[in-house]
């Protein structure tokens, strides 16, 4: 039977979802469709009364949804009630099971890479929404330390307070305060790049040994990508976490593996 997909979100006319699992259902010969569908934020409970009524067989959820959504669901799998948001939800005859993909997707671009992430030194730039689903991917992996640098400091505070909360040995700083020389991996987690801005941070100081990863996709080059690419430093790109939960998705929805490099290139054309 015909399966049905979508993502939900505000703004989403410009998500690059529907053109990465479109690219999976023709190869994997699957009778699917996946459309991007606008809610509102404070419309989410007719937008997935909406969703139930068409029997859509799954769905992602992005911003400004991800938190608010938690109460919509039947069921939570563990990393979804860990964070405490949800961006992956698959509906079996009315009962919604929720995920959170964007975790093991934060991951994937290490594992795939054979980066080892355990005992390393962390610079988190960042302590929004995408933030802590990434802080929950550290503690999995058993970084050594983790420092939380953020524009806002409280934010920062309450972040590293729930990294500690699930066993990691966390600190918060402002921005700025950090020296990025005292690291092994340093993310941007921050919004800050999408509009073309100059990083958050320096980079001075970074070796080639200094793992530098970008969470913004678009643009690919960020100054904070450029920035790193100067200093020879092991660069892993925004859309590769992007890829990597929506590969994670894929699994969830239709039990079979992803087939990774369709998917990257309908990801890739879309730049
Ligand atoms: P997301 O879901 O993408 O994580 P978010 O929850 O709104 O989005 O978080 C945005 C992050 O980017 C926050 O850490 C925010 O810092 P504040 O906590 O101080 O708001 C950060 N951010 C946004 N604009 C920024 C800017 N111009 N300079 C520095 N940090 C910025």
């Known amino acids: 039977m015909a399966k049905s997909f ?15 699992h479109s690219a999976a259902f023709r190869e994997m010969d699957l009778d699917s469709s996946y459309i ?65 993909t ?36 550290f503690a999995k992996e058993k970084a050594k330390s983790i420092t939380v640098a953020n524009r806002t400091l409280d934010n920062a505070d309450n972040l590293s307070g729930f990294a500690r909360s699930i066993g990691l040995d966390a600190h918060a700083a402002k921005l700025g305060d950090a020296d990025v020389r005292n690291y092994d991996i340093i993310v941007n987690a921050t919004s800050v790049g999408l509009g073309n801005e100059q990083s958050v941070i320096s980079l001075d100081g970074i070796t080639g040994e200094t793992i530098i990863y970008d969470i913004v996709y678009m643009p690919m080059n960020t100054d904070f990508v450029k920035k790193a690419k100067e200093k020879n430093a092991v660069v892993i790109y925004g859309y590769e976490m992007l890829l990597g939960q ?19 290139k309908a990801l890739l054309g879309g730049f």
């Open 36 to 100: 991007a569908y606008r809610i509102p934020k404070g419309e989410l409970d007719a937008g997935i009364a909406g969703l139930k009524k068409i029997k859509i067989d799954g769905f992602n959820i992005t911003i400004p949804h991800k938190i608010e959504m938690m109460k919509y669901l039947d069921k939570a799998d563990e990393s979804c009630s860990l964070i405490g948001a949800v961006n992956t939800v698959s509906n079996e005859k009315g009962i919604l099971m929720g995920y959170n």
């Open 6 to 20: 979508a993502v939900i979100g505000d703004p989403i006319d410009h998500s690059l979802s529907p053109n990465i």
């Open 246 to 264: 929506a590969v994670r998705a894929f699994e969830i929805w239709h039990g079979m593996k992803a087939p990774y490099n369709a998917m990257k």
């Open 102 to 137: 964007d975790m093991d997707g934060f991951l994937e671009p290490f594992k795939k890479r054979e980066l080892d992430v355990a005992d390393s030194k962390v610079l988190l730039l960042g302590a929004g929404g995408a933030a802590r689903a990434i802080v929950a991917g």
